[in-house]
C-alpha cells in the first residue's frame, strides 16, 4: 500500500533552518508530483510547494526564495529546504501525493520562536 513518511520537523529560532524529508512506497515515485502543505492551528490545510517528474517546482507566495522542495528518485524521497525560518511558518507540515486517491502523511510539527 502507499505510505508517506516524514521526518524532520522540531523546533528552531527565528533564522534558523530545518530539512524536511518525505519517504515514499508502494508508488512509482518517479512518476508521481510530490507536494508538502502545512497546516497552523484554526487554519485551513494550505499548499507549500510542489514538484513534478521533470523536476518543475512550484511555491506559495509566503515561501518563495526561503524554501527549496527537491525529490531522489533513487531514495523515493522528497524534500523541504525550511531557510529563513519565521514564527508564522509554524504549521504542522504533510507530504501529499495521488495515486488513484489522495495520499497523506502523518504530518511532522515544525515550530519556530521568535
Known amino acids: 500500500q502507499v505510505q508517506l513518511v516524514e521526518s524532520g520537523g522540531g523546533l528552531v529560532q527565528a533564522g534558523g533552518s530545518l530539512r524536511l524529508s518525505c519517504a515514499a512506497s508502494?508508488?512509482?515515485?518517479?512518476?508521481?508530483?510530490m507536494y508538502w502543505y502545512r497546516q497552523a492551528p484554526g487554519n485551513q490545510r494550505d499548499l507549500v510547494a510542489r514538484?513534478?517528474?521533470?523536476?518543475?517546482?512550484n511555491y506559495a507566495d509566503s515561501v518563495k526564495g526561503r524554501f527549496t522542495i527537491s525529490r531522489d528518485n533513487a531514495r523515493r524521497t522528497a524534500y523541504l529546504q525550511m531557510n529563513s525560518l519565521k514564527p508564522e511558518d509554524t504549521a504542522v507540515y504533510y507530504c501529499?501525493?495521488?495515486?488513484?486517491?489522495?495520499?497523506w502523511g502523518q504530518g511532522t510539527q515544525v515550530t519556530v520562536s521568535s
Open positions: 514538484i513534478t517528474p521533470d523536476n518543475s517546482s
Open positions: 508502494g508508488i512509482v515515485f518517479s512518476l508521481k508530483t
Open positions: 501529499y501525493t495521488w495515486q488513484g486517491r489522495d495520499y
